[in-house]
């Protein structure tokens, strides 16, 4: 069982920036990496990023690449979300979640969640 908890969402100007953090009760090879998921009302939910717990990959999908980047903190069981330049519709709510990655996307299934955190970009 892995515990994970998403800090760090609010409400942001346009072209500002936010830190998420995703803090797991345990980095274990039940999962391979930490993926970041968003969803705003009425939309799909999207896989936006994710990185390896056990390499170097990562992943972004064209919505956030050049834009956010995804980090892991292996001493503190955590990853974050480096978001900058944010616009308004990357408002939503964003969660992560513990399943697969690889350079070339989001893998597998994904059997633990955080609770969300709400991100909010004002135009």
């Known amino acids: 069982q892995v515990q994970l908890v998403e800090s760090g969402g609010g409400l942001v100007q346009a072209g500002g920036s936010l830190r998420l953090s995703c803090a797991a009760s345990t980095f274990t090879l039940d999962y391979k990496g930490i993926a970041w998921f968003r969803q705003a009302p009425g939309r799909e939910r999207e896989g936006i990023s994710c990185i390896s717990v056990t390499d170097s990959s990562t992943y972004y999908s064209p919505s956030v690449k050049g834009r956010f980047t995804v ?53």
């Open 71 to 123: 980090s892991r903190d292996n001493a503190k069981n955590t990853v974050y979300l480096q978001m900058n330049s944010l616009k308004p519709e990357d408002t939503a709510i964003y969660s992560c979640a513990a399943g697969g990655c690889t350079s070339a996307g989001l893998t597998g299934s994904y059997a633990y969640w955080g609770q969300g955190t709400q991100v909010t970009v004002s135009s």
